[in-house]
Nanobody
Framework: VQLVESGGGLVQPGGSLRLSCAAS????????MSWYRQAPGKERELVAA????????NYADSVKGRFTISRDNAKNTVYLQMNSLNPEDTALYYC???????????WGQGTQVTVSS
C-alpha cells in the first residue's frame, strides 16, 4: 500500500497550490479519502474529506471557500486545490485513506506547504 503526496512547496500569501495523492496497493475507489495537516507544535487536523464515489465532501471551517477536494478514481488520485493561501495554512499535509467497514486506514508521508512572503 502506498499513498504518495506531491505538489507542496513555498508560496506567497494569496497564492495557490494543488496537492496530489497517488494511491496504489488497495482498491482506491472503495475508500473515503481525506487530507489532514499538522503545523509545528499543533495537533494533526482534518482539512477536507471526500467519500469513495466522490458524492460528498467535508471541509474544516478554516478552509471552506478556499480549498477544494476532488478525486479521480480512474487515476487512483485525490487532489486538494488550495487558493487564497495564508501563513496559517503552513503545515505538513497528509493524505489519508479509510474504509471503516474493513477496519483499514492508510497514511502518506506528507508534503510540506509553506506560505510566506
Amino acid at each position: 500500500v502506498q499513498l504518495v503526496e506531491s505538489g507542496g512547496g513555498l508560496v506567497q500569501p494569496g497564492g495557490s497550490l494543488r496537492l496530489s495523492c497517488a494511491a496504489s496497493g488497495f482498491i482506491f475507489s472503495s475508500y473515503d479519502m481525506s487530507w489532514y495537516r499538522q503545523a509545528p507544535g499543533k495537533e494533526r487536523e482534518l482539512v477536507a474529506a471526500i467519500t469513495s464515489a466522490g458524492g460528498k465532501t467535508n471541509y474544516a471551517d478554516s478552509v471552506k471557500g478556499r480549498f477544494t477536494i476532488s478525486r479521480d478514481n480512474a487515476k487512483n488520485t485525490v487532489y486538494l486545490q488550495m487558493n487564497s493561501l495564508n501563513p496559517e495554512d503552513t503545515a505538513l499535509y497528509y493524505c489519508n485513506a479509510v474504509k471503516l467497514l474493513w477496519g483499514n486506514e492508510f497514511w502518506g508521508q506528507g508534503t510540506q506547504v509553506t506560505v510566506s512572503s
